[in-house]
Structure formats: structure tokens, C-alpha cells
């Protein structure tokens, strides 16, 4: 006899909602599964868009869960559904488009909205809140036309999204109503700190004002004050706090005041609807952070997979800023008050404030500035409310200030079994520790994968390493080296010294003979063992295509509105009248939106129409400038000695023979050089992956220079007198980069990682090993095609991409 399974109807996609479903589908909950989510997204993880805004991420490393995911476990999603009402009677939830949902049970989990300010003006264009993938793209959008912008509200929020809009390069205020930013987390020496380490990083402040209006006509152009005064901004963002998502529970007649009301085991007034995440009041609390809303989702997931489990009776929150270089933490209370003893250390030398409040002998409170090494110990010690000892106290504050010399955090070995490690997915020391002894994993990301710990905002992820090594002991630092992506445990090294070995010739072969636990691998695996065996077999290896991100694919970068851009070559940043006519036609006749100069010295024509690119390529006739591949970029070159005055060497013509020599040959990553005909550096070649100097006696070489999310500026690797030395040395690195690198790695990580002596040892000290490397790289040169070319005369491919393709 076969007995039905229960439908459960979840509504909304968010973290909260999605994150329950997980845990039921672990605890082998047995429903059929619907998922209704007004965004057109999969799951995605929300927190992280401050870290899209600031650049370090994009869209698709945000997503949580992808469509395969939801198949997979044969659940039912529903993307653009917005869910207006459940009916009790009916039991079923009805969607605006009309469609009906039949329901056992049904979460809400409809999250929040942003709360935007009841004033005149507010809805003009150019005022955005910040919560959704969609106000992330208005706000890349607006940094691109606009310069002025506020960000109302310096809460955490309002901080993340002004650091993210600073790095996008505009000029940016936060307009704050208190004295203090982020009030609710700091006390005033903290935020004080806080300001001024923010206005260091290029943020500025209109402290203690009251926005009564927004100027402007149709788009907004300013700020007015309650004071009166003024101040201009063509775009605005509102991050003044949030409003639970409540419409959908008292349409259907539910119990809410500020959130949905629910009791200890998250059920709503109506029977068999529950309700979780930041649109749920628990107990008069509704959260606004991650980990409490994984607490309640634990809770669910357990009483609807008939798991016993402990009533969810609140949660003690904690706070951690995520803008790079600002290190700031807070836990509970934070105000020191006659009932608190407190104690507190501040460094003015290194910037660092730590203060610790006490009631009754027992930790309730902890802020950290500069520093917040101790603040996993510390979220751990105020959620247990611990008693504050002598050893304690000497281990969080150490003997000097603010903890220096202190001991590190409490030992891993100590920690009770079911203390929360990761306070952001409820997962405990013992859950990790299971993980790593059931599954022999050795790395962060398999814990991750497994327990969903640093999973979140990561903040945890030094602890799991903790005990990562605990529990591996010697095994950890061999197994710390291991493991290129979650597929398998071989490192880089391994798996070619391993093609090497066993004469592996194609991707598919590799992770068949290799073991890989996945069949197919992953999008970190697959493109980087492509590139392995092209590097190991220049002439043999037939390239995979489909192994390649799309831009290698298609030859050309792909825009966010889904047209492409084409960059011809240049050598040496040097053009003529006739190729600058004929990128002038064509533009014209493919309706090009924009030519641009790029910061390599190219010409990009940006906005060419999918079907248009093979036509843009023939008729401009010149060669690829590589703009989109993990190969040599471009060779930005000063004027030099043809005809500056102070120029002691050709930099213009030792640049285009380097960008001849090189060009069309894969790299482990994008790769870039400047020559210059003098120390005076015109075209940059600090910040480049080789950059070339003249002086009156040759030419200097510097390496690993890099000026993108990470900059570095480049070491010197060696002077040489004449134009084949420099050829020679150039080779020689670039060959040892491309046998050595890892995969994505650029040089300027290359170089921390093998040390600037290594690399001199090999290039400099060993001639015949520089000259060996200098012959391997010419050997793989005298393989490489214009692609644009062979994709020219190859009509199949051509119209599979450019005419019947999707693009993913
Ligand atoms: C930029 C940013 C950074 C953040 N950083 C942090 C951080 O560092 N640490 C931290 O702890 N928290 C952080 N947060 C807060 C955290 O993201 C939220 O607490 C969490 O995402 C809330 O999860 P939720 O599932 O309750 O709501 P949401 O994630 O908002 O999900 C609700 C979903 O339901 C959908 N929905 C709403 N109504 C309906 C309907 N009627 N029908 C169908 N679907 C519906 C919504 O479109 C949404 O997709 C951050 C938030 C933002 C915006
Ligand atoms: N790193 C993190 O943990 C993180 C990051 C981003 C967002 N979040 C969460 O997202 C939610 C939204 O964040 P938020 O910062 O908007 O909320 P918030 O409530 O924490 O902060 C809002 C801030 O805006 C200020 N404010 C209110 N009205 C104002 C006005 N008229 N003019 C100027 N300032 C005004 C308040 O004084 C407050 O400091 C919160 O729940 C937050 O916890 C967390
Ligand atoms: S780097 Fe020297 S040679 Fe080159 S343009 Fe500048 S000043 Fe002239
Ligand atoms: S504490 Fe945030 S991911 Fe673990």
C-alpha cells in the first residue's frame, strides 16, 4: 500500500524559506515540495550582494541553490509567483496570476521589504532601497552615468551599500539621523572609529539630519534637510531599515502585528500554516539577520519532519560589518550601564577597541573594533551568558592592549560538542567534526557543502579550519595544499604531474582515470583542466570548448543586455588612418552603441548584436585583441625614445613586437604588460603582470604587478642591456608561469606564493633552465590561430553560436 505524500506549499524563495526546506529534505521529510517566489531568481544568498556591489562577486556566485537543485529534489518551483492569499477553508494558496497551490502544510517565508522614508519625492527615479538582486543592478547602473549619491541610514546596511558605491567610483555621503553610526550595535567610541576609518576609505557623512524631501523633477537631484540645508545627489539609496513582508498573512485573515505572530514551534493562528524568517514575530522579536532565522527554520524543519525537537524560545544576535579593511563586531548589549562592569581597551596606535560588558560576573556584551579575531569566542560567550574568570579574562584581554599577546581563541579542543560553530546555518562544532570523520573530507569547502557552515557571511570559516586541523591533525597540512575544487582531493601540482605520468589527453579522460566524484566536474574544474593539458601538449591537445567560460567561447565579452563587444588588435596600443576608417564603417554599419578607449590603449566596440559579431570581425579584417581570454591582453606602451624627450629606449617598438611575439597563447590567467622608455613610467608598468622599463643602459623588468580588485604593484626581477636578453627573460617567466600557475591564479598571486627568489633562481641563476623554458614557450607560440579567423571559416560553429545559441 502506498500512502500519499503530503503537499507543502513554501512562499517565498529567500534564505529563510529555502533554508528550512533543506534541513526537511536532510531529515527525510516526506512531501511534495512547492516553492512560490515573486523574484525570478533561484535561491540566492542576499547578504553576499554587498560584496556584488563592491565587486568582489558576481550574480551567479551568489546563487545558493540553482534549477538543477530544485529538479533534483523533485521540487516544483515557481519563480516571478507572488503568492496573494492562502485559503483556509479551501486549503490552497492562491497566486496573483490566478493559479492555485493545494496545501498539507504551508510556510511563509516572505522576508521584508526596505523601508522607504513617507516623504515628498521618495518616489521619484533614482531612489532605490538595497535588498534584491534588481536594486543591486539599478545601483551598478547608476555608478555608471552618475556621480553625486547619498545613501540615507548608517546602519549596516547603509554602510555596506555606501563602501560598494565608493568602489564603483562615485562620490558618496551617508546622510545619518543620529550622532553615532550604527547605534544599534555600537557604543561611541566604537563608532567614532568606525567614521573615521570609513572617511579614510574615501566615505563621506551629513551626521545628525533629518531628510524631509527629495529634489528634483522626474529624477531625483538632491536632498533637502529638515535644517534647511541642502545637498545634491542624482541618486539615492534608502537604508533606514526594513518592514516585515506581512500582506499575504492578513490578507488571509492570520495574526500579525509588526510580524506574522507565531508560537514556539513557528505555527501561525492558522492551522497547519506556519511562518518563519524576518517576516515572523517570535515572542514580540522580529530579526533582521541570518542566524536567527536558520534557529526557527531548524525548529520547523524538525517538528514537520516529526523530529523531536526543543521549542525555538528567541535567539541572542550578533553583528559583523562586511566591508573589507573595517573589522567591526558586536554581540548583545553594548551600552555600558550602572549595572554593567565593564571592561574595555582602546589602541589609538593600531586602531583597535575591545570592550567586554559584565552583569553579574557573566559575559552579556562585546564590541571589538580593528580587531575581531576573539569574535566567534566572544558570540559564543555571550549567547552562553559565561562566567567570567580569571583565565578567561587573561585570555580574551591578554597582558597588553586589546588582547595583544593574548592567547588565541578558545582551543576547538575545549569547545562543548554542541556549541554553534556557524551561527549563521545553527551547525555545530560536533556536526563539523562528524562530517569530517564520516566523509574523510579535507577541505572548508566539502564542510560546506555537506553542513551548509560558511555557507553565509563567512565569518565562521576560520573556526571550521580550526577544526579542520584538530580533527586531521598532521594529515592537515598536507590536505590543506589538496583539492582544486570539491570534485577531487588532487591538488594542481598532482593532477599534472598525474596527466603527465598517464598520458591523459582530454578532460573527460582525467576525471575518469583520476577518480573525480563528480563525472562530469564542475565549472572550476573543467576550464582549468582544459587549460592544463593545452599547456602540457601545445601541439596535440584539442581544445574544448565547451569547457571554456563563455566569453573564450564566443571569442568576444558578453553585455549585460546581451549584445557583445568586439576589441580588434593593436600592437602596441599603435594604429593607422586606414584601420581607424574601417573601425569607423563598420561601427557605423552595425549600429555600435559606443567606442571606447580602454585602459590597455585598445579601441572597444562595445554593443555589436549577437548575429552582427562574425560580420564586425570580417569586414574589419585585423586580428583578435584577446579582450575576453586568459592570454596576453595587451602591451601598453609609452611614446619612448621615437619621439619623447626624455625616452632612452623604443618602447613603442620593443611593445609591439612583445604583443606580436606573445599574443593568442593561454595563460592561468589574463595577462598584461606596459613597456616604457624611461623610469618616468608613463604607461604604468607597475601594475602590470610583466612591466618593462628603459634606462640609459637597457631595460628593467618587474613582475606581478596587478591593479584590479587586489593591487599590486610589481617587483623588480632583473636589469638586462639589449632587446634578446629581454626577450629571453620575458619567455622565460611567462613559461614558468604558465607550467607552474594555478589555474585563475594572476602573477601577482603567483609570485606571493613561489617568492620573488624562487622565480629569480630559476630565470636568473639558471640559464640553461631559462633557455629550455624560452624554447617550450616558442614551441606552444607556433601553434596558436587568430580565432576570429578560424571561426570565420568554420560555418557550423559560427552559426550554432552566433545564430541558434542561447548564451549561458
Ligand atoms: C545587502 C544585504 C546584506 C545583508 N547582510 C547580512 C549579513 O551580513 N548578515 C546577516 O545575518 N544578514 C544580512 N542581511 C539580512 C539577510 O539577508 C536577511 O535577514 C535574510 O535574507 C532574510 O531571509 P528571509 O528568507 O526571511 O527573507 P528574504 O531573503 O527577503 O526572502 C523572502 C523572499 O520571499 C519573496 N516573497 C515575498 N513575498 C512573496 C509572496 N507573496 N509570494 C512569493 N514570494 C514572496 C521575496 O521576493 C524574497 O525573495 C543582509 C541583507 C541585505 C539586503
Ligand atoms: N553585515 C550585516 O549583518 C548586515 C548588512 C546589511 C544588512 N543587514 C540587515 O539588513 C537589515 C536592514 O539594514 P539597515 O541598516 O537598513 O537597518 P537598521 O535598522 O539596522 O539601520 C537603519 C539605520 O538608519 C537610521 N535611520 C533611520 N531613519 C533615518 C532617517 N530618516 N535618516 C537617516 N538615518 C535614518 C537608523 O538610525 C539606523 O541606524 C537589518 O536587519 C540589518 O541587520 C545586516
Ligand atoms: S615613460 Fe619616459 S619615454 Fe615614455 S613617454 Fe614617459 S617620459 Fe617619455
Ligand atoms: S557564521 Fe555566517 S556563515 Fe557561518
Redesign the pocket.
Known amino acids: 500500500m502506498t500512502t500519499e505524500r503530503k503537499k507543502l506549499v513554501l512562499?517565498?524563495?529567500?534564505?529563510?524559506?529555502?533554508?528550512t526546506v533543506e534541513q526537511i529534505l536532510k531529515l527525510g521529510g516526506a512531501y511534495d515540495i512547492t516553492v512560490?517566489?515573486?523574484?525570478p531568481h533561484p535561491n540566492y544568498n542576499?547578504?553576499m550582494?554587498?560584496y556584488v556591489?563592491e565587486g568582489s562577486k558576481t550574480i551567479d556566485d551568489i546563487i545558493l541553490n540553482d534549477l538543477d537543485w530544485y529538479k533534483d529534489n523533485g521540487i516544483e518551483l515557481h519563480t516571478g509567483?507572488?503568492?496573494?492569499r492562502i485559503d483556509g477553508e479551501a486549503r490552497q494558496v492562491v497566486?496573483e496570476n490566478g493559479q492555485v497551490f493545494p496545501y498539507d502544510k504551508v510556510i511563509i517565508?516572505?522576508?521584508?521589504n526596505s523601508f522607504i522614508l513617507p516623504i515628498p519625492g521618495s518616489d521619484k527615479e533614482g531612489v532605490v532601497g538595497?535588498?534584491?538582486i534588481a536594486d543591486c543592478e539599478q545601483m551598478l547602473d547608476a555608478a555608471k552615468s552618475y556621480k553625486q549619491a547619498a545613501v540615507i541610514g548608517g546602519g549596516?546596511?547603509g554602510l555596506?551599500?555606501a563602501k560598494g558605491l565608493v568602489n564603483l567610483g562615485m562620490d558618496v555621503t551617508v546622510v545619518h539621523l543620529m550622532e553615532d553610526l550604527m547605534e544599534r550595535q555600537l557604543d561611541h567610541t566604537a563608532a567614532t572609529m568606525l567614521k573615521a576609518e570609513l572617511e579614510r576609505q574615501g566615505v563621506k557623512f551629513a551626521m545628525g539630519k533629518q531628510t524631509a524631501e527629495l529634489t528634483g523633477d522626474s529624477r531625483v537631484s538632491g536632498l533637502r534637510f529638515s535644517d534647511g540645508t541642502e545637498l545634491e545627489a542624482q541618486f539615492v539609496v534608502m537604508a533606514v531599515g526594513i518592514k516585515p513582508?506581512v500582506?499575504?498573512a492578513k490578507n488571509s485573515g492570520i495574526d500579525v502585528n509588526r510580524g506574522i505572530v507565531v508560537n514556539d514551534y513557528l505555527a501561525t493562528s492558522l492551522p497547519d500554516v506556519y511562518s518563519?524568517?524576518?517576516?515572523t514575530e517570535h515572542r514580540g522579536v522580529c530579526?533582521?539577520?541570518?542566524?536567527p532565522?536558520f534557529e526557527q527554520g531548524s525548529v520547523l524543519a524538525k517538528h514537520l519532519s516529526g523530529v523531536d525537537t526543543a521549542p525555538y524560545e528567541g535567539s541572542v544576535v550578533s553583528?559583523?560589518l562586511?566591508i573589507s579593511g573595517v573589522d567591526v563586531f558586536s554581540a548583545g548589549e553594548f551600552i555600558d550601564t550602572a549595572e554593567h562592569t565593564v571592561i574595555a581597551a582602546k589602541d589609538d596606535w593600531k586602531r583597535t577597541y575591545k570592550k567586554i560588558l559584565l552583569k553579574d560576573g557573566r559575559i552579556v556584551g562585546a564590541v571589538l573594533f580593528g580587531d575581531v579575531t576573539e569574535s566567534a569566542n566572544l558570540q559564543k560567550l555571550v549567547k552562553t551568558g559565561a562566567e567570567m574568570t580569571d583565565e578567561l579574562y587573561s585570555e580574551l584581554m591578554g597582558t597588553g592592549c586589546c588582547g595583544g599577546g593574548a592567547k588565541k581563541t578558545a582551543s576547538v579542543e575545549t569547545m562543548a560538542d554542541e556549541e554553534i560553530v556557524c551561527g549563521?546555518n545553527g551547525v555545530t562544532k560536533k556536526a563539523i567534526v562528524d562530517a569530517i570523520q564520516d566523509n574523510g573530507f579535507t577541505t572548508v569547502d566539502e564542510i560546506k557543502a555537506c553542513t551548509g557552515a560558511t555557507r553565509?557571511?563567512g565569518g565562521c570559516k576560520p573556526v571550521v579550519e580550526q577544526i579542520l586541523q584538530y580533527v586531521l591533525g598532521d594529515g592537515f597540512q598536507q590536505s590543506a595544499k589538496t583539492g582544486i575544487c570539491g570534485c577531487t582531493t588532487l591538488s594542481r601540482d598532482e593532477i599534472v604531474a598525474e596527466i603527465k605520468a598517464k598520458g591523459l589527453t582530454t578532460t573527460k579522460e582525467v576525471m575518469n582515470v583520476l577518480g573525480w566524484k563528480q563525472e562530469e566536474g564542475c565549472s572550476k574544474c573543467r576550464p582549468a583542466v582544459n587549460y592544463y593539458l593545452g599547456m602540457i601538449y601545445p601541439d596535440t591537445h584539442q581544445d574544448e570548448k565547451e569547457s571554456r567560460f563563455v566569453n573564450e567561447r564566443m571569442s568576444a565579452n558578453i553585455q549585460k543586455d546581451g549584445t557583445f563587444t568586439v576589441v580588434p588588435r593593436m600592437y602596441g596600443g599603435v594604429t593607422t588612418p586606414e584601420d581607424l576608417k574601417r573601425i569607423a564603417d563598420v561601427s557605423i554599419k552595425y549600429d555600435v552603441k559606443v567606442v571606447k578607449v580602454t585602459g590597455g590603449q585598445r579601441l572597444d566596440l562595445i554593443g555589436v548584436k549577437k548575429e552582427d559579431v562574425p560580420k564586425v570581425w570580417e569586414e574589419l579584417d585585423m586580428p583578435s585583441g584577446y579582450a575576453y581570454a586568459k592570454s596576453l591582453r595587451t602591451v601598453k606602451t609609452c611614446v619612448g625614445s621615437q619621439f619623447c624627450r626624455f625616452g632612452t629606449q623604443d618602447s613603442l617598438g620593443m611593445g609591439a613586437l612583445l604583443e606580436r611575439k606573445y599574443e593568442r597563447l593561454d595563460f592561468p590567467a589574463k595577462f598584461k604588460m606596459a613597456v616604457n622608455g624611461c623610469p618616468r613610467n608613463c604607461a604604468e608598468s607597475c601594475t602590470k603582470d610583466i612591466g618593462i622599463v628603459g634606462n640609459d643602459g637597457g631595460w628593467e623588468i618587474f613582475i606581478g604587478g596587478n591593479g584590479g580588485i587586489k593591487p599590486r604593484i610589481a617587483d623588480s626581477l632583473c636589469k638586462v642591456k639589449t632587446d634578446e636578453e629581454l626577450v629571453e627573460i620575458c619567455s622565460a617567466v611567462m613559461q614558468y608561469y604558465r607550467e607552474t600557475g594555478n589555474y585563475l591564479e594572476r602573477t601577482s598571486e603567483w609570485v606571493e606564493r613561489l617568492g620573488l627568489e624562487q622565480i629569480k633562481s630559476v630565470i636568473l641563476d639558471q640559464p640553461e633552465e631559462r633557455r629550455a623554458l624560452a624554447q617550450r614557450i616558442d614551441f606552444a607560440l607556433a601553434q596558436v590561430k587568430d580565432p576570429w579567423k578560424k571561426m570565420l571559416n568554420d560555418d557550423k560553429t559560427r552559426t550554432a553560436l552566433f545564430e541558434h545559441a542561447e548564451i549561458r
Request: charged share 20%; aromatic share 4%; proline share 0%.
Open positions: 512562499i517565498g524563495n529567500g534564505m529563510a524559506g529555502v533554508g512560490l517566489g515573486s523574484e542576499r547578504i550582494l554587498s556591489l509567483t507572488r503568492a496573494v497566486a517565508a516572505t522576508g521584508s538595497f535588498r534584491d549596516l546596511l555596506e551599500a513582508n500582506e499575504l518563519v524568517g524576518e517576516c530579526y533582521g539577520l541570518v542566524a532565522l553583528t559583523k562586511k549563521c553565509s557571511c
